[in-house]
């Protein structure tokens, strides 16, 4: 396996540009599957999802090529409509298929999703809303068996927002019959990217961004050109990794308002950050403050951001407390954050974080996505070599993470264990 070597203390300065969103891309790139034809989805980053996802979609017929910044898509030979195990087994996203398979076909064999082992992650709600539109399905051998005779809109209200069956949902019902009204909805920006690749698909959709969200279902779609969103959790890992280190550090392509819950209490820690549009500067302003957190779904605190802000926290100037309610697993990257010299404690959800002078470099082994990102940014800062295992974790999220951060100033190499 690959582990990233890194020699702390430097400062970054210059410019770091943040790449196309993957939690955006994914579901884009499974809409397609709606339409005859080649859809063309621009900025997908170059991960190892996004390849894991294409290679699903050929595997079900489409035809699938990458050039340049372009990811194309045609989905007008789809000969199979089974996810197998080997393909979903990695990524949660994946499961998304079910739903246009269902809607165009109408039927689909889906393994049951895997991912980053954070918690739990059902896909029951994914499920129950699928039989509100019409589907027969049934569980059997890990797979997900699913069948319609067509698809009719529907009233549904999700026991609590959930981002995949948003998706799920949204993707599904717009090949629909009449109407389909989601309550409880994800607000995410990705789920508004979505909702506007489905609109260029010719599908109408109200209230993309609130609780309530309105698909009109349509006959037939016709394949998407879009523009895929900037990622929001790469722009707020900059973020972080400049108000440990900036010395300026300028980020380039975000938006700022994706990620205002954070930008909020990096200014709490005394950070300093200028935004102008597309570009946002931060400074490390001196001593870093602590600041309390507790994650919710958006607008409310990421908890996608949560290792990294950790990491931030851990060389605070006082005591910080951390609350998880999202995933019951996700302080998997505790343990080895103290293995740098941080001092957290963990009781049930939430992590009591007490800041130290100095971190100090040690190997640590990254656990999952997020928590990887929280290593290599407390590598940064820690005296001494940090050693970050399992780096793949890294190449499913962030795109040339450690060539951006070296091109900025940070000593980091990439190594074969």
Do not use: W
């Amino acid at each position: 396996m690959d582990a990233f070597r890194i020699q702390g203390g430097r400062p970054l300065r210059g410019e770091i540009s943040v790449s196309g969103s993957k939690n955006a891309s994914l579901p884009i790139m499974v809409a397609a599957l709606l339409a005859e034809g080649e859809s063309v989805l621009f900025g997908a980053p170059d991960l190892v999802d996004v390849r894991t996802l294409g290679q699903l979609l050929a595997h079900m017929g489409a035809g699938v090529r990458r050039e340049g910044r372009e990811t194309k898509i045609d989905a007008t030979r789809i000969d199979k409509h089974e996810a197998p195990y080997d393909l979903v087994r990695t990524m949660r996203a994946s499961f998304l298929v079910i739903g246009p398979l269902l809607a165009r076909f109408g039927r689909a064999r889906v393994s049951l999703p895997g991912g980053c082992a954070i918690g739990a992650r059902p896909v029951d709600q994914h499920l129950k809303a699928l039989e509100a539109l019409g589907a027969t399905l049934h569980i059997s051998h890990g797979y997900v068996e699913a069948e319609t005779k067509g698809l009719c809109g529907a009233e549904i209200t999700f026991d609590f927002p959930t981002v995949g069956g948003t998706e799920n949902l949204m993707i599904a019902a717009s090949l629909a019959k009449g109407q389909t009204v989601l309550n409880n909805a994800a607000c995410e920006p990705e789920i508004v990217d979505l909702a506007l690749a489905l609109g260029e698909m010719g599908v109408r959709i109200e209230g993309a961004g609130t609780e309530r969200l309105v698909v009109h279902g349509t006959d037939k779609v016709r394949p998407y050109r879009h523009q895929v969103v900037c990622d929001r959790i790469e722009f707020g890992t900059f973020l972080v990794a400049g108000a440990l280190a900036g010395e300026p550090l300028t980020i380039l392509g975000g938006v700022a308002d994706h990620q205002a819950a954070l930008v909020d209490k990096l200014k709490k820690s005394g950070a300093d950050i200028a935004i102008d549009g597309p570009r946002a500067t931060v400074t490390r302003a001196g001593a870093i403050r602590p600041v309390d957190l507790r994650t919710a779904p958006y607008p409310g605190f990421p908890t996608d951001m949560q290792a990294q802000l950790m990491a931030l926290m851990t060389v605070a100037d006082g005591v910080s407390v951390i609350t998880e309610t999202i995933f019951e697993n996700r302080f998997m990257h505790v343990p080895e954050l103290n293995r740098l010299g941080a001092d957290i404690r963990v009781d049930g959800g939430k992590a009591v974080v007490h800041g130290v002078k100095t971190l100090s470099g040690s190997t640590v082994m990254a656990t999952d996505l997020r928590a990887s990102a929280g290593l290599v940014l407390a590598g940064l800062v820690a005296e001494g070599e940090t050693v970050v295992r399992r780096i793949y974790h890294l190449d499913r999220g962030y795109e040339h993470l450690a060539d951006k951060l070296i091109a900025v100033g940070a000593n980091i190499q990439r190594f074969r264990e």
